[in-house]
């Protein structure tokens, strides 16, 4: 995927992660005109079957499903500081994809393990 343009406006830059849902990419938006380009996240997702005796969903019913849920997430990115806004959301080459904005920093569960015990202010100013 690195090096790879989706939709000709996402150029990958690099792997951010992988999980049970699907993979997660840093790219620049080539159609903004600035320089540097800005930094995005794209999000694959790849859906899987959670069990074997559950029957296979039709890719038309995954794209519906993906397509509300996209627009759930724009909405709730657009009403809440502390959650990525959405970008873009789309199919390609029978892949679902999510463009969201890229919040330079390191993961939450990297925060929560740390073992690092919060103060009080620590705790707030983090919920804030």
């Not at 990525?84 to 939450?108: C, M, S, T, W």
Request: charged fraction near 30%; charge should be neutral; include cysteine.
């Amino acid at each position: 995927m690195i090096g790879r343009k989706l939709r000709q406006r996402y150029q990958i830059i690099k792997k951010l992660g992988a999980g049970g849902f699907g993979e997660t990419y840093l790219a620049e938006d080539l159609d903004i005109p600035v320089t540097p380009k800005p930094k995005c996240v794209v999000k694959q997702l790849k859906p899987k079957v959670i069990a074997p005796d559950i029957p296979q969903i039709p890719l038309e019913d995954i794209v519906r499903l993906f397509e509300k849920e996209g627009e759930t997430l724009y909405k709730l990115g657009q009403n809440h500081d502390q959650i990525p806004k959405l970008y873009a959301y789309f199919e390609q080459n029978r892949k679902l994809y999510l463009v969201q904005e890229f919040i330079d920093g390191h993961d939450l569960i990297q925060e929560i393990t740390s073992g690092k015990q919060w103060s009080e202010t620590e705790v707030i100013k983090f919920l804030d």
